[in-house]
């Protein structure tokens, strides 16, 4: 990407959140955060990607499409030259090539059977618990428990840089804040990015007179002659920061030797745009943890083949171009993890659409520094007892490993630290403890 396009559609940074809001109303059920056992602290970065609306589990998991088909199960034939299987099972059109490609490099889990034993399949209800990571009542999002956990362990210096960053609005779910009273220190709050962002310590253009320098020295000087508030010196000494920094990340090139098809980018599109900045945010800035994002809907109850194909081909072609990154600078602490409300229903409506599903494939790539990468996990079936009814939904195989989606959260907070993480989660424990070689390595 050209140094100018990258400043002006990418690095402008739009806000850094300002008071928390449970400062001003009541806190829900308070996190447990005195029963946490926490080790030392990781080095790992982690970009969560959440698919919002439900992206199909039929993008990672074609393995029971042969049925559909043979049995003439769905409600309207599917188009047979619309779906081709990669040697693994993923769908080629929707992105499965590059699926295919991390998990044959051996940098990808796959996770066939995420799927939620109340079967309930409401939006908003599985978005707010699925990324608050509990059923307990506790109102805070994924990223933010993390952070108060690394906050009471002091687990990160308060002159950390950009601990946590997002490429989501503040009231995503992620990124919740309503469990502690105190709120996140501010070197912990989201920092937060987007297509126009700017940085929220630069000055107006167009002033009759401007002198950076001396409005410096005249801001910090006022500020010492208010007391030396240190939150007000903080903020003028981030606009400095923030300004380098970002001029830094501009001005650097990607590495060299990978196929940058697309406008000598990740990708042509908003998110593919997003993804290289939050990767250069990482791979410069070893301060930073974990990067929020989301995607466009995945909701397709009408056209979903055709939204899904180019949805999941954008997608995963982002995510492969993030991974090339990473392994061409060594960085195998970086990790991405994408995971949504719920899968689909595999049925065709007469929409052409898909319904809401349960079942859900969760990927987890890269980070083989903190990962036993273990390709394909998890076996499906249909669940026969749905058929009849038009609904085609996958469902674990009798047997077969399986898990909720709030282990995700305990799959994270193990990441960075956390020894015991089902007490943030209602019990479940991280993704893969149970397996013959665990997850997560250490």
Not at 220 to 239: D, L, V
Not at 374 to 388: H, K, P, Y
């Amino acid at each position: 990407m050209k140094r100018r396009t990258f400043l002006k559609t990418s690095l402008s940074l739009a806000a850094i959140a300002g008071l928390n809001p449970s400062l001003f109303a009541e806190t829900g059920v308070p996190l447990p955060l005195e029963a946490v056992d926490f080790d030392a602290g990781s080095d790992a970065q982690t970009i969560v990607i959440y698919l919002m609306g439900g992206m199909g589990d039929i993008i990672g998991n074609m393995t029971n499409f042969d049925q559909i088909v043979d049995e003439n199960l769905s409600q309207i034939a599917y188009p047979m030259d619309k779906f081709t299987k990669t040697a693994d099972g993923f769908w080629r059109e929707a992105g499965g090539e590059y699926i295919q490609s991390m998990l044959d490099e051996g940098n990808l889990t796959v996770f066939r059977t995420c799927e939620q034993t109340d079967v309930l399949k409401a939006h908003k209800l599985n978005q707010v618990r699925f990324m608050h990571g509990n059923d307990q009542g506790y109102e805070s999002g994924i990223v933010t428990t993390l952070m108060h956990v690394l906050g009471r362990f002091n687990a990160v210096p308060e002159d950390a840089f950009m601990t946590n960053v997002s490429f989501v609005d503040s009231n995503f779910e992620l990124l919740t804040d309503n469990a502690v009273s105190s709120g996140l220190p501010s070197h912990l709050k989201p920092v937060s990015f987007g297509l126009s962002v700017k940085n929220p310590f630069a000055r107006k253009a167009g002033l009759l007179y401007q002198d950076d320098d001396l409005l410096d020295r005249l801001s910090f000087e006022m500020n010492a002659r208010a007391g030396n508030n240190a939150k007000i010196g903080r903020m003028f000494s981030s606009r400095e920061d923030l300004e380098a920094f970002m001029e830094n990340l501009a001005s650097s090139s990607l590495p060299s030797g990978i196929d940058y098809t697309i406008g000598g980018t990740y990708d042509k599109f908003n998110f593919g745009k997003q993804l290289e900045v939050a990767m250069r945010i990482l791979v410069e800035n070893p301060d930073t943890k974990v990067v929020s994002m989301t995607t466009e809907s995945w909701d397709d109850h009408s056209n979903a083949i055709a939204q899904h194909t180019d949805r999941g081909y954008h997608l995963f072609r982002a995510v492969h171009m993030a991974m090339e990154h990473a392994k061409a600078l060594g960085n195998e602490n970086i990790n991405i993890v994408l995971f949504g409300d719920f899968g689909r229903n595999l049925n065709i409506n007469s929409a052409y659409g898909w319904d809401h599903g349960n079942n859900q494939c969760v990927y987890f790539i890269g980070g083989k520094k903190h990962f036993n990468h273990r390709g394909i996990v998890g076996e499906t079936v249909l669940d026969e007892t749905m058929l009849s009814m038009g609904r085609i939904y996958t469902t674990p195989a009798p047997g077969s490993y399986k898990f909720e989606p709030y282990a995700i959260a305990s799959t994270l907070y193990k990441l960075y630290g956390v020894k015991n993480p089902e007490v943030l989660t209602g019990g479940r424990k991280a993704i893969g403890d149970e397996l013959d070689v665990p997850f997560l390595k250490g």
